[in-house]
């Protein structure tokens, strides 16, 4: 089982509608947690990145929170873009070791008009 | 533009073929990874390299060969490769190795064995 589960593994939504993406990890020692966004035939971007004692953080019409007590983050997504479709990928950071990063598979989100 | 680089962005290869891959940063970082991406998994560790030293390889077979010329190149020679190695190739860099450090991945190389 991976260490890092995302859900809904892919979703559809309208042009200007809201939506949220969750990431449930297992990770431990837990360091950080990073959301990237990846297009279609690229690589993936960072979006946001949190630490243990950060609760919320956002970028633009991203908004990222983490619950470190209960192990999950959420990505939410304010009047989306047809731009905004793309994968979205939760990646947890352990604090033991150099470059021990688990990612989790992806959330495909598609946005139609 | 990402500032890493990956080469060519396509790759169609029959499984007697030997290819590379190449990958190029100019943003002076130290550590260099290249990762696999199947449909629907989970992005794969394959090989780190810090410092031009090769310092992780998990469990690849040997089909798959990694170079670290310099910090900013590095590639990675096919041989032999199976149905099953079809995939998107990514290449990252970090300034460092640790928590802190992100990564800035490249476009990637669609590869399918034929």
């Known amino acids: 089982k991976n260490q890092v589960e995302q859900s809904p593994q892919s979703l559809i939504i309208l042009e200007g509608k809201n939506c949220t993406l969750q990431?449930?990890?297992?990770?431990?020692?837990?360091?950080?947690l990073r959301w990237y966004k990846q297009d279609t035939g690229r690589g993936p971007v960072s979006l946001t990145i949190m630490t243990f004692s950060e609760n919320t953080k956002s970028n633009g019409r991203y908004t990222a929170t983490l619950d470190a007590d209960t192990k999950q983050s959420s990505l939410h997504i304010t009047a989306s873009q047809l731009s905004d479709s793309a994968s979205y990928i939760c990646?947890?950071?352990?604090?033991?070791?150099?470059?021990?990063?688990?990612f989790g598979a992806g959330t495909r989100l598609t946005v139609k008009p | 533009e990402t500032g890493v680089t990956q080469t060519p962005r396509h790759l169609v290869m029959g499984m007697t073929n030997k290819k590379s891959l190449k990958c190029e940063q100019h943003?002076?970082?130290?550590?260099m990874y290249w990762y696999k991406q199947s449909a629907k998994k989970p992005l794969e560790l394959m090989f780190v390299?810090?410092?031009?030293?090769?310092?992780e390889n998990n469990s690849v077979p040997s089909r798959f060969s990694p170079e670290c010329p310099n910090s900013s190149h590095l590639f990675l020679h096919l041989h032999t490769l199976q149905p099953e190695d079809s995939a998107l190739y990514l290449c990252?860099?970090?300034?460092?190795?640790?928590?802190?450090?992100?990564?800035?991945f490249g476009s990637g190389t669609r590869l399918t064995v034929v």
């Open positions: 990431c449930n990890y297992t990770v431990s020692p837990f360091s950080n």
């Open positions: 990252a860099s970090s300034q460092g190795r640790g928590p802190n450090y992100g990564y800035t």
């Open positions: 943003l002076g970082h130290n550590a």
């Open positions: 990646v947890v950071s352990r604090t033991l070791g150099n470059n021990d990063m688990r």
């Open positions: 390299y810090s410092l031009e030293e090769r310092v």
